[in-house]
């Protein structure tokens, strides 16, 4: 690295970030970067309580409720699949179907006549004349 000294600010902001290591962690994770957390660490100063959740103290609450926000999508996840499944009607969906059928087989009815218009009937083929004039051989 250079000799170059930073300026107070930043060396604060690293002293501060080595106090709150969840900082680190969000921006690794790809959650926000350092320059926002520098931003708002500016604006606010490091004594608001925005900062708590930064904490080491704080990582074992924060595995815990993301444990617990985990757990709640993927029942909140079943509950809506198992309501959309009591929901359906199934006639409506046997309908759905035969629409969706009877439009496919329309569709490949289209491409197969395409393909038929495109193929060259076969054509005998004459034999060709160098010469206008037959001749023969006797």
Not at 27 to 56: A, H, I, N, S
Not at 59 to 83: G, H, L, P, R, Y
Not at 120 to 131: D, F, G, L, T, Y
């Amino acid at each position: 690295m250079s000799n170059k000294k930073l300026h107070p600010s930043v060396e604060k902001f690293k002293v501060f970030t080595k106090e709150h290591p969840l900082l680190i962690q969000e921006v690794r994770q790809g959650q926000k970067t350092l320059q926002e957390f520098y931003e708002d660490w500016f604006l606010l100063g490091e004594d608001d309580p925005y900062w708590e959740r930064y904490k080491e103290g704080n990582k074992i609450e924060k595995e815990a409720d993301t444990e617990k926000s985990t757990e709640k999508s993927s029942e909140n996840w079943f509950s809506q699949v198992s309501q959309f499944f009591q929901k359906m009607d199934a006639n409506q969906v046997q309908h759905h179907l035969q629409n969706l059928s009877s439009a496919i087989g329309a569709v490949q009815g289209v491409f197969s006549q395409f393909q038929s218009n495109e193929q060259p009937k076969a054509q005998p083929e004459q034999p060709v004349r160098n010469s206008p004039f037959s001749f023969r051989k006797d």
